[in-house]
C-alpha cells in the first residue's frame, strides 16, 4: 500500500504531526510525507491513500494572508511565543493545492488539521474544510477528519504526536484492509 501525507505547516506542528502519522502509516506499505506545494499529480495517483494537514487560521484553512500574518509574527523580536518558522512554510498550502488538484477517482483520503484546544466552534477546524474539499474533488473520505492540539504558546501539546503516529497506523490500515 501506498499512502501519502501533505501537510502544511508554518511554525512546524502540522508538520510534526505529518510525520508521525508518516510514521505510523510506514507499517502498512510505503509512505511518503511532503509539503503540499511540493505535491504532483503523480505522488497522488501513485497513492492508495492521501492523507492532507494544515493548520487552522482564522478558524479555518489558511490563506495567503493568513500565512503571511503568521510570517510576519514569526519575525517578531521578543514574540510571546518564541515561535519559528517551519522550514517548509513559505509557498502556497493545502488550500491552493486543492483548487489544482483535479479529479482524483474516488482515492481514498482523510483530513487532519493542529488547532488550539477548546470547542470547534469557537476554535474552528481546517480539517472540516479539507474534508468537504476533498469530497469536491471525487476522493472517498474514509474516515471523520482529527485534529491535534497546540497550546496558546503555538507548542504541540504533550502526547499529541504519539497519538498521531498510532491514528496514522489506524487510517492505513483500514484502508490497506479493503
Known sequence: MHTLVLYESMYGNTHAIAKAIGEGAHAH????????????????????????GGPTHARGMSTEA?????VAAAEQPDGWSEIELDPHAEGPGVREWLEGVGDADDTPAIAFDTRVIGPSLLTGRAASALDK???AHGFRVDAKPESFMIDTRQRLRFG???RARKWGARMAASVGSR
Open 66 to 70: 493568513s500565512r503571511r500574518s503568521a
Open 29 to 52: 506499505g510505503e509512505v511518503t510525507v511532503i509539503p503540499a506545494h511540493d505535491a504532483t499529480t503523480d505522488l497522488v495517483t501513485w497513492a492508495d491513500l492521501v492523507i492532507v
Open 160 to 162: 499529541e504526536v504519539d
Open 133 to 135: 474539499g476533498l469530497r
